[in-house]
Protein backbone atom coordinates (compact mmCIF):
# COMPACT_ATOMS: atom_id res chain seq x y z
CA UNK A 1 0.00 0.00 0.00
CA UNK A 2 1.28 3.29 -1.10
CA UNK A 3 2.30 5.37 1.88
CA UNK A 4 -0.18 8.19 1.11
CA UNK A 5 -2.72 7.81 3.53
CA UNK A 6 -1.04 7.37 6.61
CA UNK A 7 0.34 11.16 5.46
CA UNK A 8 -0.60 14.74 6.69
CA UNK A 9 -1.66 17.12 3.75
CA UNK A 10 -3.87 16.66 0.93
CA UNK A 11 -3.43 14.07 -1.76
CA UNK A 12 -5.06 14.14 -5.13
CA UNK A 13 -7.45 11.26 -4.12
CA UNK A 14 -8.00 13.03 -0.85
CA UNK A 15 -9.83 15.55 -3.16
CA UNK A 16 -12.21 13.13 -4.96
CA UNK A 17 -12.53 9.99 -2.99
CA UNK A 18 -15.32 9.04 -5.27
CA UNK A 19 -13.81 9.65 -8.38
CA UNK A 20 -10.29 8.52 -7.56
CA UNK A 21 -12.13 5.15 -6.43
CA UNK A 22 -13.84 4.66 -9.74
CA UNK A 23 -10.48 5.50 -11.38
CA UNK A 24 -8.52 2.99 -9.26
CA UNK A 25 -6.61 5.81 -7.73
CA UNK A 26 -7.81 5.91 -4.42
CA UNK A 27 -5.61 3.86 -2.17
CA UNK A 28 -7.81 3.35 0.92
CA UNK A 29 -10.36 0.92 -1.12
CA UNK A 30 -10.71 -2.75 -0.15
CA UNK A 31 -13.50 -3.84 -2.13
CA UNK A 32 -15.85 -2.97 -4.59
CA UNK A 33 -19.77 -4.04 -3.21
CA UNK A 34 -22.91 -3.41 -4.92
CA UNK A 35 -23.67 -0.46 -3.27
CA UNK A 36 -20.29 1.38 -3.12
CA UNK A 37 -16.67 1.05 -1.98
CA UNK A 38 -15.72 -0.54 0.93
CA UNK A 39 -12.88 1.53 2.22
CA UNK A 40 -10.43 1.70 5.32
CA UNK A 41 -10.75 4.78 7.59
CA UNK A 42 -7.92 7.77 7.02
CA UNK A 43 -7.74 7.23 10.99
CA UNK A 44 -7.59 4.28 13.51
CA UNK A 45 -7.61 5.49 16.99
CA UNK A 46 -10.63 2.33 16.82
CA UNK A 47 -9.02 0.12 15.01
CA UNK A 48 -11.15 -1.41 11.77
CA UNK A 49 -12.66 2.17 11.03
CA UNK A 50 -14.19 1.84 7.57
CA UNK A 51 -16.73 4.09 5.40
CA UNK A 52 -18.44 2.91 2.69
CA UNK A 53 -18.47 5.55 -0.09
CA UNK A 54 -21.08 5.85 -2.92
CA UNK A 55 -20.17 4.98 -6.46
CA UNK A 56 -22.51 7.67 -8.06
CA UNK A 57 -20.30 11.31 -8.08
CA UNK A 58 -22.83 13.99 -6.73
CA UNK A 59 -24.72 11.85 -4.72
CA UNK A 60 -24.76 13.68 -1.47
CA UNK A 61 -27.33 12.00 0.46
CA UNK A 62 -29.07 8.61 0.48
CA UNK A 63 -32.43 9.77 -0.97
CA UNK A 64 -31.00 11.47 -3.79
CA UNK A 65 -30.68 7.57 -5.00
CA UNK A 66 -33.57 5.41 -6.55
CA UNK A 67 -34.98 3.11 -3.96
CA UNK A 68 -33.21 0.33 -5.77
CA UNK A 69 -29.86 1.58 -5.29
CA UNK A 70 -30.91 3.14 -2.21
CA UNK A 71 -31.06 -0.76 -0.83
CA UNK A 72 -27.88 -1.45 -2.26
CA UNK A 73 -25.93 1.02 -0.29
CA UNK A 74 -27.79 0.04 2.74
CA UNK A 75 -26.97 -3.81 2.01
CA UNK A 76 -23.30 -2.81 1.57
CA UNK A 77 -23.09 -0.61 4.36
CA UNK A 78 -24.58 -4.19 6.74
CA UNK A 79 -22.18 -6.16 5.07
CA UNK A 80 -19.36 -3.76 5.87
CA UNK A 81 -20.64 -3.64 9.16
CA UNK A 82 -20.19 -7.29 9.50
CA UNK A 83 -16.98 -7.84 7.83
CA UNK A 84 -15.89 -5.38 10.43
CA UNK A 85 -17.38 -7.02 13.26
CA UNK A 86 -16.14 -10.12 12.52
CA UNK A 87 -12.38 -8.93 12.09
CA UNK A 88 -12.16 -6.22 15.03
CA UNK A 89 -13.72 -9.50 17.46
CA UNK A 90 -11.04 -12.07 15.94
CA UNK A 91 -8.26 -9.27 16.30
CA UNK A 92 -9.25 -8.05 19.85
CA UNK A 93 -11.15 -9.82 22.79
CA UNK A 94 -12.16 -5.83 24.25
CA UNK A 95 -14.43 -5.87 21.09
CA UNK A 96 -17.40 -4.37 21.70
CA UNK A 97 -19.64 -3.81 19.05
CA UNK A 98 -19.74 -1.80 15.49
CA UNK A 99 -21.70 1.75 15.18
CA UNK A 100 -23.09 2.72 11.95
CA UNK A 101 -24.01 6.07 10.90
CA UNK A 102 -24.57 7.96 7.58
CA UNK A 103 -24.43 11.74 8.75
CA UNK A 104 -23.03 13.56 5.70
CA UNK A 105 -22.16 17.28 7.52
CA UNK A 106 -18.74 17.26 6.59
CA UNK A 107 -18.06 15.32 3.10
CA UNK A 108 -20.47 16.41 0.54
CA UNK A 109 -20.68 12.46 -0.48
CA UNK A 110 -22.95 9.75 0.29
CA UNK A 111 -21.32 7.42 2.96
CA UNK A 112 -21.44 5.39 5.91
CA UNK A 113 -18.88 4.88 9.11
CA UNK A 114 -18.73 2.07 10.16
CA UNK A 115 -16.85 2.38 13.57
CA UNK A 116 -15.79 -0.80 15.80
CA UNK A 117 -16.15 -0.09 19.84
CA UNK A 118 -14.27 -1.71 22.58
CA UNK A 119 -14.42 -1.99 26.27
CA UNK A 120 -10.65 -0.60 26.29
CA UNK A 121 -12.13 3.00 25.38
CA UNK A 122 -11.79 5.64 27.74
CA UNK A 123 -15.31 4.65 30.43
CA UNK A 124 -16.60 8.00 29.90
CA UNK A 125 -16.61 7.63 25.96
CA UNK A 126 -17.43 3.68 25.58
CA UNK A 127 -21.20 4.23 25.35
CA UNK A 128 -21.21 7.57 23.71
CA UNK A 129 -20.90 8.78 19.91
CA UNK A 130 -17.10 8.42 18.59
CA UNK A 131 -17.40 11.55 17.75
CA UNK A 132 -17.00 12.99 21.56
CA UNK A 133 -13.70 10.92 21.97
CA UNK A 134 -10.15 13.88 21.53
CA UNK A 135 -10.38 16.43 18.55
CA UNK A 136 -6.93 15.04 18.31
CA UNK A 137 -7.56 11.70 17.02
CA UNK A 138 -7.81 12.66 14.17
CA UNK A 139 -4.75 14.27 13.32
CA UNK A 140 -2.27 12.77 15.12
CA UNK A 141 0.08 11.20 13.01
CA UNK A 142 0.42 8.46 14.90
CA UNK A 143 -3.13 7.30 14.77
CA UNK A 144 -3.21 7.88 10.99
CA UNK A 145 -3.26 4.86 8.37
CA UNK A 146 -0.18 3.55 7.71
CA UNK A 147 1.68 0.66 6.41
CA UNK A 148 1.25 -1.08 10.37
CA UNK A 149 -2.01 -1.55 9.14
CA UNK A 150 -1.78 -3.72 6.02
CA UNK A 151 -2.60 -6.93 8.11
CA UNK A 152 -6.08 -5.30 9.14
CA UNK A 153 -6.69 -3.97 5.54
CA UNK A 154 -5.99 -8.10 4.52
CA UNK A 155 -8.20 -9.03 7.32
CA UNK A 156 -10.64 -6.46 6.14
CA UNK A 157 -10.95 -7.22 2.37
CA UNK A 158 -10.51 -10.96 2.91
CA UNK A 159 -13.71 -10.72 5.16
CA UNK A 160 -15.61 -8.78 2.61
CA UNK A 161 -14.79 -11.37 -0.30
CA UNK A 162 -16.29 -14.17 2.12
CA UNK A 163 -19.51 -12.27 2.77
CA UNK A 164 -20.46 -11.33 -0.71
CA UNK A 165 -19.71 -14.65 -1.77
CA UNK A 166 -21.98 -16.33 0.40
CA UNK A 167 -24.60 -13.11 0.33
Not at 2 to 24: I, K, M, N, Q, Y
Not at 35 to 48: E, K
Not at 62 to 67: E, V
Request: charged content about 20%; aromatic content about 8%; proline content about 7%.
Amino acid sequence: MPSEPGTAGAAPWREDRVGSALAGSNPTVLSRLPGGFAVIGDVQFLLGYCVLITDRPGVDRLSALPRVERSRFLSSMDLLGEAVEQVCAARDAAFRRVNLEILGNTDAFLHAHIWPRYDWEPAELVTQPVWLHPRENWSDPALRLSAEHDGLRADLAAALESLSSSA
